[in-house]
């Protein structure tokens, strides 16, 4: 997925990024040993570090896929795509746009638009070009 970064904070030795992209914008945690420049756009993979029960999740009836900002916090809008044996679910945001992220019972269910709102530091930035 490709990012613009707009801002860039450092919190407890953390450096988070408020980025936007094509599915939105949000708040996430920088993971990479080059600091992030802001203006400059990337190519990013985006990981959950969490279970969906871990983030206030919310069966949805209807609500715009991707990434938003509420409250402070960056909201994901997705559908379940599938789970593995294992438990780890796949979380379409968009067309482009595949996550992985652990589900638990009643977060498991194929087909599922799920709503769930994050802390900055539970959505985790990697750039694939930096």
């Known amino acids: ?3 613009k970064i707009l801002e860039v904070r450092i919190e407890d030795s ?3 990024v ?5 599915i939105g914008m949000g708040w996430a945690l920088w993971s ?3 600091e992030p420049e802001v203006g400059r756009e990337y190519t990013v993979e985006l990981d959950v570090d969490g279970s969906i029960a871990d983030f ?16 402070g916090a960056t909201t994901l809008c ?3 795509e599938s789970v ?17 992220i652990e589900t638990s019972a009643g977060w498991s ?10 802390l900055q530091s539970s959505l985790r930035m990697t750039p694939l070009d930096a």
Request: hydrophobic share 40%.
């Open 1 to 3: 997925m490709i990012t």
């Open 14 to 16: 953390n450096v988070l």
């Open 18 to 22: 408020c980025f936007s992209s094509g």
């Open 32 to 34: 990479s040993q080059n």
């Open 56 to 71: 206030n999740p919310a069966k949805a009836e209807r609500c715009s896929l991707g990434i938003g900002l509420s409250a």
């Open 78 to 80: 997705g559908t379940l």
């Open 84 to 100: 593995d044996a294992d438990g780890m679910g796949y979380f379409r945001l968009s067309e482009d746009c595949l996550i992985m």
């Open 109 to 118: 269910d194929p087909g599922a638009l799920i709503a769930m709102s994050l």
